[in-house]
């Protein structure tokens, strides 16, 4: 039986190599009490546990390592995401908080993303391979997760749970929106503007110096025949 020949796709397209999460390191953050190294992850990994056993705050350490606010992750401001005992208050809380997620890049090297909380409930970001991490802005921090594709403003890299359904009631013009910043393309709308409005503009100086040159042709045709009478 003769096989089948494979369809062949139209048009270009690009894959992009995406690196996964190999460990995850997490410090006295929410529920966690001290230190707990989560891993090794394969490719594809389940979590499972019994209601309250921290499976969701593990999902929160990947997101608050990522980048995500404070008021995502269930909770007003950072010191409010610090481990205490259900007997102590937030403001008296003289703990640290440290979350670090080590990520193997489409290359096969290794990458700590990790972000912090001193005991004032200030937060610090730091990145880098292994033998060369180092403290950065905000700023900085995104270009870093952005050079390994995951878009902390598009949050690419996390389903949370009902995230679907929501999704699924969306129509029209607030569905679009949605799928914008899923996609990222929201970010680029601003230069989006700007390039239609430059393009509009030069059409219209290409409409007019269009114009211009039919009606000088048209007077040297007639400047030719008159001479030539």
């Known amino acids: 039986m003769a096989q089948r020949p494979n369809a062949r796709r139209s048009g270009k397209q690009r894959d992009v190599p995406l690196g996964r999460i ?6 006295n953050f929410k529920s966690y009490s001290g230190r707990h190294e989560i891993g090794p992850f394969e ?19 990947i997101s608050f390592c990522l980048g995500i606010k404070a008021k995502h ?9 610090v481990y205490r005992r259900e007997e102590e208050d937030v403001d008296t809380n003289t703990r640290s908080a440290n979350v670090t997620l080590v990520f193997r890049s489409a290359e096969g090297g290794l990458l700590h993303f990790g972000r912090a909380i001193n005991c004032r409930g200030e937060g610090s970001y730091r990145c880098g391979p292994p033998e060369s ?16 594709h995951i878009y902390v403003k598009a949050r690419n890299f996390l389903v949370f749970q009902g ?8 129509q029209g013009t607030d569905l679009t929106g949605v799928l914008e910043t899923i996609s ?4 680029l709308k601003e230069e989006y503007t700007k390039l239609s409005r430059d393009l509009e503009l030069m059409q219209e100086k290409a409409r007019m110096h269009f114009q211009h040159r039919r009606e000088v042709e048209g007077t040297v045709a007639l400047l030719e025949k008159q001479r030539a009478e």
């Open 184 to 187: 990222g393309s929201d970010q």
């Open 133 to 148: 991490i180092r403290t950065m802005g905000y700023e900085d921090f995104l270009q870093q997760l952005a050079n390994e």
């Open 22 to 27: 190999e460990k995850l390191i997490i410090d």
């Open 163 to 170: 995230d679907v359904m929501h999704l699924a009631r969306r």
């Open 73 to 81: 992750l269930r909770g007003d401001r950072l010191k409010d995401l």
């Open 43 to 61: 490719k594809f990994s389940c979590i499972i546990g019994p209601n309250g056993s921290g499976k969701s705050n593990v999902m929160d350490a």
